[in-house]
């Protein structure tokens, strides 16, 4: 499906919103396939529109999920779940992040409903919408903080996976990881065995079932 690249001349003149065509976002993304194939690689898009970047990162990583785990619906569920909590935006147009929520939201859902059918989850869709309402944030890139009357720093949430079917939620300041990241050498949170900067989480929360991420 060929994606729209302009909403309306007003939104270019006022935003410069021009959004990537499928051609060239396929072409970037096969520059770092190794790390779009890999269920748990985190991936950031300060401008991220509608999802034009996101949804073809989740697809690619939904297909490895697809190909390893849908003879099992526990294993499916969970690295879904974890492939969905690795893809993080911002967009300062509201409605361009609700699009893209949803737009996540229903290529998961399509799969999903395509293996499982009547055995699928609302539960496993809550968690997905409930991850997705946290990662697809209204905010500045630039400010570094959200977009509405009372504007506040950009606060991002790292899922990680514990104890099977667990996962561990930190809460981060956005802008403390982009000024302590730009004084470091270090990546931030390698995930690939290497020596890496992990700043300090603003909240933190007890592990829970992937099942009850919305309930916590």
Not at 197 to 207: L, W
């Amino acid at each position: 499906m060929t994606v729209q690249q302009v909403k309306s001349k007003k939104r270019v003149a006022d935003h410069g919103e021009v959004f990537t065509s499928d051609r060239e976002v396929n072409a970037m993304l096969d520059l770092v396939k190794q790390e779009t194939d890999r269920i748990e690689s985190k991936f950031l898009e300060p401008a991220c529109g509608t999802g034009n970047f996101l949804a073809e990162i989740l697809r690619r990583k939904l297909a490895v999920v697809e190909k390893r785990y849908k003879k099992s619906q526990l294993d499916f569920e969970r690295n879904a779940v974890t492939a969905i909590s690795s893809i993080y935006g911002i967009d300062l147009l509201e409605d361009n992040a609700i699009e893209c929520r949803e737009r996540l939201f229903n290529i998961f859902d399509e799969i999903y409903t395509k293996f499982f059918k009547k055995k699928t989850k609302d539960k496993v869709r809550g968690s997905v919408k409930f991850i997705l309402d946290k990662n697809i944030v209204l905010g500045d890139a630039l400010s570094l903080e959200t977009v509405d009357d009372d504007p506040r720093p950009i606060i991002f949430s790292e899922w990680v996976a514990v104890n099977g079917s667990k996962i561990k939620r930190k809460d981060f300041c956005y802008k403390s990881m982009i000024d302590q990241a730009s004084l470091s050498e270090l990546p931030l949170f390698s995930d690939l065995g290497e020596e890496a900067y992990i700043p300090t989480p603003v909240k933190d929360y007890s592990p829970v079932h992937f099942l009850e991420i919305a309930n916590a």
